[in-house]
Each structure stands twice: as structure tokens, then as C-alpha cells.
């Protein structure tokens, strides 16, 4: 029987590639980001403890998010520009100007989608040109975080070390694994 | 094996300390460019190191307790209680026989006693340093891994070696 021909496919990392877009954040989209803020799975690796109210999360977004340097709204595609954001994502420097540290955080309804690697991957595509001498993103993750450190791993980054006792976050001292990608990495698709 | 006392710095180490603070060598893989007068370094003695939590002068043990310095040990807050920053500078005449390694052994034996809170040194050493490397392996700290372009130095992004010591290691002997 004749064999089918195999016809290229063009490289794919999952079932399907999420498309997500990111765009700075408003006060007006406070509603929708107590949806992860006030919810204790998603706080439970992060440093911060579950909002009870918008009043405080309202002054978060106005003192912190609004005059940070790179701080940015996961939206998912079709809820167009002002889609209401699933999550959070950003890059913060880190004493060197070389170098920042990079954060996320989704609704726990978008987990498992790749939503955040999406974020990430799209993030580490435009990041080093959008800050002036940036060289090098780096990612602390808990140990005991395996969805996180995978989230990272499929956006191309490279695991460093584990190090030990690094932290002091809500009364316990931490391991972190230490991921990072450098403006010379090359970009996953 | 070199046989160090640890102590408390004082403005009349100024001179000695000039010794490797003005030396070319020894600053190669420092933060901070050789001093070319005691002006500045009696600034920075007073300043950084007579306030600074934990800085140390590491002199030989058979010079008595008040021995010239020959190089100077630290642990450096960071942002988080539960985590330091070890230094170590020594002199060059002094290289090579074993004392920055004993220094660093002493560092972590009555540092954690000493710093509330305290569960981790790290030192980060450039790649390019292994004799360094090497006290901080001799010393009973492990090496964690090579964090890639982590440090801007001296106009250059090196790539750093880290190592730690928690509170929980065992001392090396």
C-alpha cells in the first residue's frame, strides 16, 4: 500500500499554542484580579496572603502596579484590548541594571492551559528591548512548585542550582530553584 | 595548615590594611578599584567596616592578639534575615598557604551563633577564579550551581559560581 506522504508541520510545544496578550494594568481592573488575589491556592507560593477586600488590593494596583517599570495584564485573545485580565507578570530589577527578577501569577481557573508559559515566552520576546541594558532574567521557584518550574523550563529557561534556605516567606525558610534567560537565549516558539 | 584569629578592625590598621588594598592583584576579582592612599581606605574603615554587622580582620595566630592584619573576612546582610553574603580578601604574600580557607572555616562556625535569624552564607566567585572556588570548597561549602551573567563587574557581566553554608552543614574538620 503506498504511504502517505508526511507533510511538515511547523514545531508546536503543546496541543495547541495559547495566544495570550499583555498589556498594562488599570484600576478599573481590580474586580478582576481579586479573583486570584483573594484565592489562597494561588497565594499559597507567592509572598503576599489572600486579599479579604478591594479597598487594600485598589492601593496595591494605584502605589505598586501602576508606576512599576514592567508590570503587565495576562488577557486572553478574543476578550480583545480590554479583556479582563486572568493573571499577572512582572519584571523587576534587582540591584544591577543587568538584571531583574521575574514574577507571575494566573486565576487558578487558567492553570494547566499554559497560559503562563504563554505569558512568559512573549514576555522574555520583548522585555530586553524594552529595558535599557537588561542582560539577564532570572526566576526564583519554590522546590515543592513543579507547575511553576515547568512553566518556565517549556519558556526556555536554563535551571541554575537549587538554593538552600534562601528565603524567609510567611514564617518558613525556603529552597528556591533559581532559573534565568539571558537577551542571548534563544526565544522558544 | 595556617592557623588564623578572627578580630574586630580598628583605624590603626589602616596601614597594613593597605597592603592588599592597593595591590592590582588582589582587586582584580574585588568590587572596588586599588586604593592609591590611606585617605579613602581610613574613609572606608570608618564608614563600611567599624559599623558593618560582621566584618573581620583575619591575622596570623602567631602574631598575638594584636597582630597586623593580613586580609579581612565579612558576612553581608541581604534583603532577607535569613540569608548573608560572605567576603574574604587576603593579601597576596599570604596566598596559597591555606589561610583564607581557615578563615572561612572559622567564619561559618560562629557565624550563625552570632547573627539572629541566620540559616545561609552563599559567596558568589567568578567562574574565572578558581582558587577561590577552591577555599570556599575546602572550607565545607557546596557549590550550587553557575548563575550566567549574574554580576556587572568592572564593565563586564561575569558569570558567578554559587556556593552556601547553612546553618544545618557539617563543619569541615
Not at chain 1, 84 to 97: E, H, K, L, Q
Not at chain 2, 33 to 49: H, K, N, Q, W
Not at chain 2, 58 to 87: F, N, Q, Y
Request: aromatic share 8%; net charge neutral; hydrophobic share 45%.
Amino acid at each position: 500500500m503506498k504511504k502517505e506522504k508526511q507533510v511538515d508541520r511547523p514545531a508546536a510545544t503543546g496541543p495547541s499554542a495559547v495566544n495570550v496578550t499583555l498589556r498594562r494594568f488599570e484600576l478599573s481592573d481590580v474586580e478582576a484580579m481579586m479573583a486570584w488575589a483573594s484565592d489562597p491556592q494561588v497565594a499559597a507560593f507567592c509572598r503576599w496572603d489572600p486579599y479579604e477586600s478591594t479597598a487594600p488590593l485598589l492601593a496595591y494596583l494605584r502605589d505598586t502596579v501602576l508606576p512599576h517599570p514592567w508590570f503587565r495584564a495576562i488577557c486572553l485573545p478574543g476578550d480583545g484590548e480590554n479583556g479582563r485580565p486572568v493573571g499577572a507578570i512582572s519584571v523587576m530589577p534587582a540591584g544591577d541594571p543587568k538584571r531583574a527578577e521575574l514574577g507571575y501569577v494566573l486565576a487558578r481557573a487558567h492553570w494547566g492551559k499554559g497560559v503562563a508559559t504563554a505569558a512568559v515566552k512573549r514576555t522574555v520576546a520583548t522585555v530586553f528591548s524594552e529595558v535599557p541594558g537588561l542582560e539577564r532574567v532570572e526566576a526564583l521557584v519554590d522546590v515543592a512548585n513543579p507547575a511553576s518550574q515547568r512553566v518556565l523550563e517549556k519558556a526556555g529557561f536554563t535551571r541554575e542550582a537549587v538554593l538552600r534556605k534562601y528565603c524567609f516567606i510567611k514564617g518558613k525558610v525556603k529552597d528556591r530553584v533559581m532559573f534565568s534567560f539571558i537577551d542571548t537565549d534563544p526565544l522558544v516558539e | 595548615m595556617a592557623e588564623v584569629t578572627l578580630r574586630r578592625f580598628e583605624l590603626s590598621d589602616v596601614d597594613a590594611m593597605m597592603a592588599w588594598a592597593s595591590d592590582p592583584q588582589v582587586a582584580a576579582f574585588c568590587r572596588w578599584d586599588p586604593y592609591e592612599s590611606t585617605e579613602p581606605l581610613l574613609a572606608f574603615i570608618r564608614d563600611a567596616v567599624l559599623p558593618h554587622p560582621w566584618f573581620r580582620a583575619i591575622c596570623l595566630a602567631g602574631d598575638g592578639e594584636d597582630g597586623r592584619p593580613v586580609g579581612a573576612i565579612s558576612v553581608t546582610p541581604t534583603g532577607d534575615p535569613c540569608r548573608a553574603e560572605l567576603g574574604y580578601v587576603l593579601a597576596r604574600a599570604h596566598w596559597g598557604k591555606g589561610v583564607a580557607t581557615d578563615a572561612v572555616k572559622r567564619t561559618v562556625a560562629t557565624v550563625f551563633g552570632e547573627v539572629q535569624g541566620l540559616e545561609r552564607v552563599e559567596a558568589l566567585v567568578d567562574v574565572d577564579n578558581p582558587a577561590s572556588q577552591r577555599v570556599a570548597e575546602k572550607a565545607g561549602f557546596r557549590r550550587e550551581g553557575v548563575l550566567r551573567r549574574h554580576y556587572w563587574h568592572k564593565g563586564r557581566a561575569r558569570d558567578m559560581v554559587m556556593y552556601s553554608f547553612i546553618s544545618s552543614d557539617p563543619l569541615p574538620e
